[in-house]
């Protein structure tokens, strides 16, 4: 593999991986099944490709296309929260409608961003290639967001966020909005995801309706992956696990559709996908079943 597919496989996964924060706050911290990050990933890609094609600054289209996200996340909690529709088909319904509120946002399938600026193009500094300042900048970015994320779910608010996931009951015994909770956090979740999918457009040069399919399957690997590498239940060291596991998720990805002796092609992207998420939850049960042999010895 190439030094440059190298650096596009590292891009690729930083991006993702406010992707997997995302899920992260969804699936793990609030235990709700959102399959709305599969229409927000690509709402957000689709608002800041329009924005930017219609003259806005690449910076101000990001940031609506964040708010956005947010507004999806916030849909779905409310669905469940207030019409009492479950969780994981209140996703579903909020993913569907996204579907045709992204061709709505576009006016057509794909919006080209070939031409235009970006984000990556304004900041990219004089002499360093755009291949290597791309994923610098979204290192930074990345770092700011874990570390503003590690911050927050250690105020009041947010341990009120991670009581109301892991016992909603408790957490309203304690005089804890819940329902409040779970619409903050499910639009602070799907706001990243659409921040990540603003940035992943203008880094690919344009937003396709199709951007999306799949997007919570590489969430769900990402978070399982760093999960399995680095156990924890520190706050701090479960946020790195995931940005990690998606940064080796592109590597696995790109490493086993560059290797040749594999002989895997480009439509074989989703099958290396679910071999890699089976693996990692092998893992666990692997490990468990070794420390059992050692423990009977």
Known sequence: ?????????????????????????????????????????????????????????????????????????????????????????????????????????????????????TVFT????????????????????????????????????????????????????????TGAMLLVGMALSNALCALAGALFAQSQGGADISMGIGTIVIGLAAVIVGESIMPSRKLFVVTLAVIVGAVLYRFFIALALNADFIGLQAQDLNLVTALLVTFALVIPLIKQGLRGKKGGR
Do not use: H
């Open 122 to 177: 304004l900041l990219q500094p004089d002499g360093v290639s755009d291949y290597i300042a791309r994923p610098l900048m979204l290192l930074v970015l990345l770092v700011v967001i874990k570390f503003a994320l590690d911050w927050f779910f250690s105020t009041k608010t947010g341990l009120a966020m991670r009581a109301t996931g892991s016992n909603p009951r408790m957490a309203r015994s304690q005089g804890v909005a």
């Open 1 to 117: 593999m190439s030094l440059y597919s190298l650096w596009g496989a590292l891009e690729i996964g930083l991006i993702f991986g406010l992707v997997a924060l995302g899920v992260l706050i969804s699936f793990r911290m609030l235990r709700f099944p959102d399959l709305t990050v599969d229409g927000s990933f690509p709402l957000g890609g689709a608002a800041a490709a329009t924005l930017i094609s219609a003259g806005v600054d690449p910076f101000s289209a990001t940031l609506a296309a964040t708010c956005a996200g947010a507004v999806a996340g916030m849909l779905t909690g409310w669905l469940n929260v207030k019409l009492k529709i479950m969780d994981l088909l209140a996703s579903i319904l909020m993913m569907i409608a996204l579907y045709s509120i992204n061709l709505r946002v576009m006016g057509r399938p794909n919006v080209p961003l070939i031409s235009e600026p």
